[in-house]
């Protein structure tokens, strides 16, 4: 392996494994109503929402071959079936692949 890659892994994983240790240290000392923690949970989900938007209008890869009406069918799909099976993300999730490809190799 190349040495630059090998630098990457260990940077990478020292800036991932660094953040849980602190996450874990500093957890009894946050409170799951503050304001702060709050804050930080609508900008967790801010930024997935964002990323999942940007991978459904401006797709790469394989994704990008499809259409835009499939990519839609199969985000009211997936959402119709999360909020059937109570909030679970398991279900809309593997649903949401099985329905891609299928969409994709029927139309």
Not at 34 to 57: P, V
Not at 69 to 90: D, E, H, P, Q
């Amino acid at each position: 392996m190349s040495s630059s890659i090998v630098l990457a892994i260990l940077a990478t994983s020292f800036a991932t494994y660094l953040s849980r240790f602190l996450g874990v240290v500093s957890a009894e000392k946050i409170k799951e109503t503050s304001k702060w923690f709050r804050w930080f949970n609508c900008l967790a989900y801010s930024t997935l929402a964002a990323l999942i938007a940007r991978s459904i209008i401006f797709p790469a890869g394989v994704l990008s071959e499809s259409d835009y009406l499939i990519r839609f069918m199969v985000i009211i799909l997936s959402i119709s079936i999360f909020y059937i099976t109570k909030r679970n993300l398991v279900y809309p999730t593997v649903f949401s692949a099985i329905i891609l490809a299928l969409l994709n190799n029927y139309f």
